[in-house]
């Protein structure tokens, strides 16, 4: 079993930056790497950014791409996003997510990861 905690939402204004914080717990990342997605009311999940944990491959949302950067800490078990340029339409919770093992299914569908965090609130004032 995999805990993952959040960390790191809270209000900016927009053009500000963040740092998500996604702590990984029970068992690590080892075997997919880490996720991040995000909510907005009343939208449907959405992927952001993801990363390998060996090699340290990233993927990224075509939307967010230059304004998003994620990272890993394998020594603290620990993924984190970075947002630059936040602008309203970027408010959301934001979500850390992994699989149980390594899988070929497509990364961008939430449906296909099984352990999720509790989500961090990301609020852009305009």
């Known amino acids: 079993q995999v805990q993952l905690v959040e960390s790191g939402g809270g209000l900016v204004q927009a053009g500000g930056s963040l740092r998500l914080s996604c702590a990984a717990s029970?068992?690590?990342?080892?075997?997919?790497?880490g996720a991040w997605f995000r909510q907005a009311p009343g939208k449907e999940r959405e992927f952001v950014a993801r990363i390998t944990w060996s090699v340290g491959n990233t993927y990224y949302a075509d939307a967010m791409k230059g304004r998003v950067t994620i990272s890993k800490d394998s020594a603290k078990n620990a993924v984190y996003l970075q947002r630059s340029s936040l602008k309203p339409e970027d408010t959301a919770i934001y979500y850390c997510a992994t699989r149980k093992y390594s899988s070929s299914a497509n990364y961008v569908t939430p449906r296909n990861y099984d352990y999720w965090g509790q989500g961090t609130q990301v609020t852009v004032s305009s």
């Open positions: 029970g068992r690590t990342f080892n075997n997919y790497g």
